[in-house]
Each structure stands twice: as C-alpha cells, then as structure tokens.
C-alpha cells in the first residue's frame, strides 16, 4: 500500500523568503502522479502544483517549484518570496496512474510572517 | 462556470440524527469522490460514484454510512444515527473522466454534539 509523509507539522517563514517543505512516499509503482494541495483557513482544498513521474523535469508554477527525486522517494515543494497568502495547510497526495484515490499526507500547517 | 458545490458549508448535529451531505458536481463531470478530513489529518477517500452506480466504497464505513449519485440532482452523502466520531470536514470532488484531475469544493463541516 502506498504511504504519504509529511514530516514537518508545522512550519513559519517570514515574508518574501524562502521555505521548502518536506515530502516523502512509499510505493512500488512507476507510474503516478504527485500533488501539492493548499488548504487555507476557509477550508478549500486549492491545487497548487503537480508532477508526473515519468517527467524528470521538476514542475513548476510561477513561485512554487518542486524537486522530485523518484530514486529517493522524495517530493518537496519550494515556496519563494513567500506571501501573507501563502498562510495555510499544504498537503502532499500520490496517486497511482490509471486510479482515482488520492493518498494524502497529514499536512504540514505553513504560517507566512510579516 | 461555477466550480464543485457542496451544502450545507457547516452542519451540526445531535447523537443518533441523520446527516445529509450535498454535492453538485462541476458542469460536464459525471465522476464524483467524497473524501473525509478528521481534525490534524489529510483527506481519506472514502466512495467514488458516477451517475446511478456506485464504483467503489472501499473507504466507506459498512453500517450508517451510504451515498448515491442520481440521475438527476446532487449526489448525497448520508450518514445515519450520527456519533461524535463523525465529526469532520467531508469534502466531494468531481472529474470529468476516470483518473483526470479531480477539483474539490469547499467541503461540509459536519459536527455532532
């Protein structure tokens, strides 16, 4: 069964620098996806980028990047010039291809400083 | 084009009452997820419906929990003689296909007291 952990619960960083935040998995498979989720105080679950892994090219969307490491199992998510909207609970998800069930991480809850 | 709608936003609940959880997919999808979020953790699926079937329930309680997606009208999630353990955030997702990118609403907030 695959596994997601997220082994920061909690993270802070002031603003416009930069944080990574840490993710790792565990499955067999060689074909799936991974996912950062951003999940505001308002609850909804916003998807803030995602990674093939059959790309060795690390995605990218504007201020957030990833470095995916399939050897290691790794998928960190790197959030620069941090903004006060950044605030949040960021998920990370594995989803094996051709399924539909997300597996989730526990979170990691991310505070943006003025 | 309006996203994934769920209502209520926020339900509260007495031991033992019946929970009734909407979802209206967005335009175009016909695949719909519930997911639940207990307090300091990540979604866990819980059934996966298209319209009139259910595909997979594997993450669904077997007793006082069931769900169906309709011809016509929301899907429903429903959760019978609720305890304090049901308490959380019950979000549904939509996709248009199997295996596409599922978007989310804004989830229920179910409480039970």
């Known amino acids: 069964a695959q596994t997601v952990t997220q082994s920061q619960p909690e993270m802070s960083v002031q603003e416009a620098e930069t944080v990574t935040l840490s993710c790792t998995y565990d499955t067999s498979e060689n074909n799936y996806y991974l996912f950062w989720y951003k999940q505001p105080p308002s609850r909804q679950m916003i998807l803030v980028i995602r990674q093939e892994a059959y790309k060795q090219q690390n995605a990218t969307e504007n201020r957030f990047s990833v470095n995916f490491q399939k050897a290691a199992k790794s998928f960190s998510l790197k959030i620069s010039d941090s903004q006060l909207g950044d605030t949040a609970m960021y998920f990370c998800a594995f989803m094996k291809s051709g399924t539909y069930k997300y597996i989730f991480g526990t979170g990691t809850r991310l505070k943006v400083l003025a | 084009n309006a996203g994934v709608m769920q209502n209520p936003r926020h339900l509260v609940r007495r031991r033992g009452q019946e929970a009734r959880l909407r979802c209206s997919p967005m335009?175009?999808?016909?695949?719909v997820y519930w997911y639940r979020q207990l307090p300091e953790e990540g979604l866990k699926f819980m059934v996966y419906?298209?319209?009139?079937?259910?595909?997979?329930e594997s993450g669904m309680p077997k007793e006082r929990f069931s769900a169906e997606f309709p011809k016509e009208g929301p899907s429903i999630l429903r959760i019978q003689q609720v305890v304090r353990g049901d308490s959380a955030a019950y979000f549904c997702?939509?996709?248009?296909?199997?295996?596409?990118?599922?978007?989310f609403g804004p989830g229920t907030r179910l409480t039970v007291l």
């Open positions: 997702a939509s996709s248009p296909d199997a295996g596409d990118e599922q978007f």
């Open positions: 335009k175009g999808h016909s695949h």
């Open positions: 419906l298209q319209k009139e079937n259910i595909i997979d």
